[in-house]
């Protein structure tokens, strides 16, 4: 069955490019239902969505923005005015797909269109920054990023067959049906490579009880949890392994942000937190580690990941930073505390065995979480059989 693929581009700069990508769709079977997004001069051929009304939808006229003659004006009028009409467009399953292509302003123009589509909608972006940080473009949604490999300016041998290569690509995505699989409900765990064992156990529990457990792997990204979440795709996080307030207490290169999982309280589905990694906070190789933390305990993970031992004043700063967190939530909330440690390499004989620390975390939890959300602590290790098996029981009681 023939689809309708948008297609997202400034067709004054870039119109034989353009054309180039809706004859290669048509030639595929489908149908190419072109947006013009340039403001310059007038389009190199006819689009189906003129760029007045990408502007409008922006806030601002394309009259306006001629005259203003503000590129960073356009850039943003544009980008927030595409993200509406593509967002109305596939609402009114108008399109079931998205393609674009530009160097700098194209690829911020066209992937905010894409944000602004569902996980699973198609969404490929031919860019001459997909070699580069990819992440202020893609954020949390699947776009596909396809280097252009020649800034995207005519056609020729080299740009020609980069450009059929991303219809074809966006083709096959939706022409691919979505697998045939029994949907059950979704949990979201936070994950780290010392805490694989606590996880794993919870998750296998969960997934026995016809849940579906989703493993986020805590690099500084909970925005892609956050997101889920946000949709309502999440109906419960087991947030096992909070190291990320370990980065953003010390200045490690894997913090998650001052607002780590308040849209997780703000909703009110169920969480069941431990303080796994919080132990360690990340820095790249040893010589990019700041010079302050010279007399620090450090272990090295790998040959550009260092480890570093968190203190006990650090540690209270993250107890007290994780019960603010919890506070905010208006649904069920519990804390579990391991008190033999927080992470595989947190255990007595282990690297980053402190238990002074650990004291100082578990103090500040208790001392700053809110009368009615219990806190569990336990006479095991993190990665525990008993530990996990505690922290799964827990979840299933909050979601009956």
């Known amino acids: 069955m023939a689809k309708t693929i948008a ?27 072109v947006i013009n997004v340039g403001i310059v001069k007038n389009p190199g051929f006819d689009p189906d969505v ?3 009304q990408v502007a409008e939808a922006g806030g601002a006229s394309l009259a306006t923005l001629k005259e203003r003659s503000d590129r960073g004006l356009a850039i943003a009028t544009m980008s927030k005015g595409i993200a ?45 920054l997909a070699s580069g940080d990819t992440k202020p473009y893609v954020g949390t949604r699947d776009i596909v990023m396809v280097p252009s490999v020649v800034d995207v300016a005519g056609i020729n041998r080299i740009s020609a067959r980069a450009y059929a ?6 083709v096959g995505m939706v022409e691919t049906p979505a697998p045939d699989i029994v949907e059950k409900p979704l949990l979201a765990a936070s994950m780290f490579g010392n805490t694989t064992p606590v996880v794993n156990r919870c998750r296998s529990i969960m997934e026995d009880k016809g849940y579906e457990v989703l ?19 999440i109906s419960g996080v087991l947030d096992i392994t909070t190291t990320e ?28 937190i431990a303080p796994g990694c919080v ?29 570093m031992r968190t203190t006990p004043a650090e540690n209270a700063d993250i107890g007290l930073n994780l019960a603010v967190k919890a506070n905010m939530s208006s649904g069920p909330v519990a804390f579990f505390l391991p008190l033999r440690g927080v992470s595989m390499m947190d255990a007595p004989d282990k690297e980053f065995w402190w238990p002074e620390a650990n004291q100082a975390l578990f103090d500040a939890i208790k001392d700053n979480v809110k009368s009615g959300i219990p806190v569990y602590e336990m006479d095991c290790n993190i990665n525990d059989d008993e530990f996990a098996d505690a922290i799964a029981n827990k979840m299933l009681e909050f979601l009956k």
């Open 7 to 33: 297609v997202i581009g400034a067709l004054d700069t870039k119109g034989e490019e353009f054309l180039f990508v809706k004859n290669e769709i048509e030639k595929r079977g489908h149908s190419a239902l």
């Open 50 to 52: 003129p760029a007045d």
């Open 84 to 128: 509406k009409v593509i967002g109305d467009l596939h609402g009114s399953d108008r399109i079931q797909a998205v393609i674009s292509m530009g160097g700098s302003a194209g690829t911020e123009i066209g992937t905010s269109a894409m944000r602004a589509l569902p996980l699973g909608v198609p969404k490929v972006m031919v860019s001459t």
């Open 165 to 170: 290569n991303a219809v074809g690509a966006v």
């Open 215 to 233: 493993i986020f792997h805590q690099t500084g990204t909970p925005e892609i949890l956050e997101s889920l979440v946000a949709d309502g795709y």
């Open 245 to 272: 307030w370990a980065d953003q207490i010390t200045g490690g290169v894997m913090p998650g942000g001052l607002e780590r999982y308040e849209i997780v309280s703000q909703k009110g589905i169920p969480q069941v």
């Open 279 to 307: 132990d360690m906070a990340n820095f790249w190789a040893r010589e990019t580690v700041p010079d302050k933390f010279d007399n620090r305990r450090f272990y090295q993970w790998a040959a550009n990941i260092t480890l």
